[in-house]
């Protein structure tokens, strides 16, 4: 590791903005995030991390702290919402492992936000501010200065926009947004094993299809806790948050007559958190000179993929080898983070496109549609598995670290 005196700015202290501080510090820059919330937490919803984001975890030797706090999947299924009838299973475990170099996790956000934290606190003590938040900048030839919220400024050399879908960096560097209600709700909560009896999630990676509506369910926190969403289409929504909390009876309604493993994990819940999903185009571009945007700030992504922050893992350790890359030939910071645009921006946008298309596979409405989708992904299921792995291959086999 070649240090440097080059100084990074994150705006924002979420699993895109403290991956990227990892992996600048692994790379031997002086980094300082900035995070509004008075401590850094997570609520409280499950991810998946694929191969593709593992494989920055093992990069950053965080990958034995988090394999204890999750859940290694056994498989990804497809069932349908209410008989349970499986359409598909594709092996995960070792097979992960060996075809794509890393395991497939499944851990709560709060344990991989805490997990990045201390590994940040440890590696650069001191690197976070919490409290505060980024509302504007400043750049020219020698440096950047960004304007907190509370009208002091901090000095830097570059600085990162990792502040979420209501980024105030892109809105300086694009302008305002026009996000679109894709007119689906989605339904989440986290809920101890020991309530659900016969009824627990396996230990794999579900998807439940039916009409107008799917969810997906999986374990975590070493197996002892399930996760659920539950994602239903509906007409009309306002607001755009991910904390607005709902009640037991309306998400019962929405799943009424569903398999037991998905109505059982809404009655036992303790607290049912409810929010609108919103889409955006993709921008067309990433980056002002010595600033560039990060994770959802760039790249806001629908979750039927599961790959929003593993495609935020997936940016903070490319722009730090872009920016080390710029240093050693001598580039100057705008060419290298127009670097790290152009490498980023064709894989985030196409996982963007394949989030969207599989919004639709998942919620067939009538009988003729369900049979014309579902018969082949079964076929294919029982005859040749290995394809189903192959269609994987371009989202879990990529590695950024290679």
């Known amino acids: 590791m070649v240090l440097t005196t080059m100084k990074i700015l994150i705006a924002g202290g979420g699993i895109g903005g ?7 510090v692994e790379h031997g820059y002086t980094v300082r995030v900035v995070e509004r919330a008075p401590e850094i937490g ?27 706090r999750g859940v290694e999947p056994e498989a990804i299924e497809l069932r349908m919402g209410v008989s349970g009838l499986r359409l598909i299973r594709t092996e995960l475990g070792e097979a992960a492992r060996q075809r794509w170099g890393a395991p497939y996790l499944h851990i709560h956000r709060a344990d991989l936000i805490e997990t990045l934290q201390s590994a ?30 509370d009208g002091s400024e901090i000095a830097g050399d570059v600085l990162i ?12 560097m694009i302008g305002p947004d026009a996000p679109v209600f894709t007119g ?39 197996g002892t806790h399930a996760n659920f969403v539950g994602v239903v289409e509906q007409r009309t929504w306002t607001e755009e948050s991910w ?60 979750p039927f993929i599961a790959q929003g922050a593993a495609m935020a893992i997936e940016d903070g350790w490319t722009l730090a080898r872009c920016l080390t890359e710029g240093r050693d030939q001598g580039d100057a910071v705008a060419v290298a983070l127009q670097r790290y645009q152009n490498r980023r921006l064709a894989r985030a946008t196409a996982m963007q496109s394949r989030s969207r298309v599989n919004a639709g596979l998942f919620h067939r409405r009538n009988t003729l549609s369900q049979l014309a989708t579902y018969a082949p992904i079964w076929t294919v299921g029982r005859v040749r598995p290995e394809t189903a792995l192959r269609r994987f291959d371009p989202i879990y086999g990529h590695d950024v670290t290679a």
């Open 161 to 172: 926009g990792a502040d979420g879908i209501h980024s105030a960096i892109r809105a300086q």
């Open 18 to 24: 403290l991956t990227a501080a990892l992996s600048l």
């Open 243 to 302: 904390s607005q909390t709902g009640d037991r009876k309306s998400a019962l309604a929405d799943f009424e007559g569903w398999h037991p493993r998905i109505t059982q994990l809404i009655e036992q819940s303790d607290a049912l958190f409810r929010w609108a999903l919103f889409d955006r185009p993709p921008l067309p571009r990433w980056t002002d000179g010595r600033v560039a945007l990060l994770g959802d700030a760039a790249h806001p992504m629908l």
């Open 42 to 68: 997570e609520v409280g919803a499950g991810i998946q991390l694929s191969p593709n984001a593992m494989q920055v975890m093992k990069a950053l030797r965080l990958d034995p702290a988090l394999t204890v």
């Open 184 to 222: 689906n709700v989605a339904w989440r909560t986290v809920v101890p094993v020991s309530r659900l009896g016969s009824n627990a999630p396996d230990r794999v990676a579900c998807a439940w299809m039916g009409r107008g509506r799917h969810a997906v369910t999986y374990l975590l926190k070493g």
């Open 120 to 149: 940040l606190d440890e590696r650069a003590p001191g690197s976070i501010q919490l409290g505060a938040s980024v509302e504007s900048y400043q750049c020219d030839e020698s440096g950047i200065r960004a304007r907190l919220q």
